[in-house]
C-alpha cells in the first residue's frame, strides 16, 4: 500500500474557498505557505469499510495517483503532493483558476467554428498524449475541462479529474460500467472490453456540443 504525507495539510498550506465538488471529493483553492503559490486542494473521502457505499476505496485513490504522478503535459492537470489524514486523502493539484468548460459554454449563445476547433485541438492534444502512455480518462466532458483563464480570446484548456482514469493493459480484459450517461461509449454500457477508443466517443460528444 502507498502511504501519502501523514502531516496535517494546514502546516503547510492556507486553505481557502471551494472551487467545486464530486460525489465524494470537496475542491478548494489553497495556497502553499513556503512559497505563495496557489493550488487546488481536493479533499477526497475514504471509505471507511468494504461493505460502505459511501467514500472512495484506497485502491481507487491510489489508482488516480498514481496515474496523475505519471503525467506532464500542457493541457492535463498536473500533481504537487499528497497529504492523508484518517477520513480523507488531499490531492494537491496545480490551479486551474478560469472555471469548467461546462460553465463557460452555458453563458455563450453559440462558439464560432475557429473558437469550437481552437478547443478541440486542445483537448485531442490531452487526449493523445495520455493515450500515448496507454492512459484512458474515462470520464471526459465539459465538466472535466477546465480554463486556465477564461478572459483571455484564445483560453488555455486542462484535462481535469483521473478518478475513474485507467492505465489499459493489452493482456488484461477491462470491464467496468461507469462514466456519465451522455457521454459513455456503447461498449461501457454493453459491459464490454474497454480501452483508449472508449475517450474518443466522448470527445465525439464533445464536439457535438461545442
Ligand atoms: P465526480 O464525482 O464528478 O467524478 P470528483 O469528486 O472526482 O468529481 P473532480 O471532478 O476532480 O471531483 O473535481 C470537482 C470539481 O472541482 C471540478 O468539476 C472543478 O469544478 C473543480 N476542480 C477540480 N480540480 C480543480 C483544479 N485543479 N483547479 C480548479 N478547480 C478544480
Redesign the pocket.
Known amino acids: 500500500m502507498t502511504t501519502f504525507k501523514q502531516e496535517n495539510v494546514d502546516e503547510y498550506y492556507d486553505i481557502g474557498e471551494e472551487?467545486?465538488?464530486?460525489?465524494?471529493?470537496?475542491?478548494r483553492?489553497c495556497r502553499e505557505k513556503s512559497t505563495g503559490t496557489e493550488?487546488?486542494a481536493?479533499f477526497?473521502k475514504k471509505r471507511r469499510s468494504k461493505s460502505s457505499k459511501r467514500g472512495v476505496s484506497r485502491e481507487d485513490i491510489e489508482r488516480e495517483v498514481n496515474i496523475l504522478k505519471e503525467i506532464q503535459h500542457p493541457n492535463v492537470?498536473t500533481l504537487h503532493d499528497v497529504f492523508e489524514n484518517k477520513a480523507e486523502v488531499v490531492l494537491i493539484?496545480?490551479?486551474?483558476?478560469g472555471?469548467?468548460l461546462f460553465d463557460f459554454l452555458a453563458e455563450k449563445e453559440s462558439l464560432t467554428e475557429e473558437q469550437a476547433t481552437m478547443f478541440l485541438k486542445q483537448i485531442l492534444d490531452g487526449v493523445l498524449y495520455l493515450h500515448s502512455k496507454q492512459i484512458a480518462h474515462f470520464?471526459l466532458k465539459p465538466?472535466?475541462i477546465?480554463l486556465l483563464n477564461r478572459t483571455v480570446p484564445h483560453p488555455r484548456i486542462?484535462l481535469?479529474?483521473?478518478?475513474?482514469a485507467h492505465k489499459i493493459d493489452f493482456g488484461n480484459e477491462f470491464k467496468n460500467i461507469f462514466g456519465t450517461p451522455e457521454f459513455v461509449a456503447p461498449e461501457v454500457v454493453n459491459y464490454e472490453p474497454l480501452g483508449l477508443a472508449a475517450d474518443m466517443w466522448s470527445v465525439g460528444v464533445i464536439t457535438y456540443i461545442l
Open positions: 472551487l467545486g465538488s464530486g460525489h465524494f471529493a470537496v475542491v483553492k493550488f487546488a481536493k477526497i492537470i493539484l496545480e490551479l486551474v483558476a472555471g469548467e470520464d465538466e472535466n477546465m486542462k481535469i479529474d483521473f478518478g475513474l
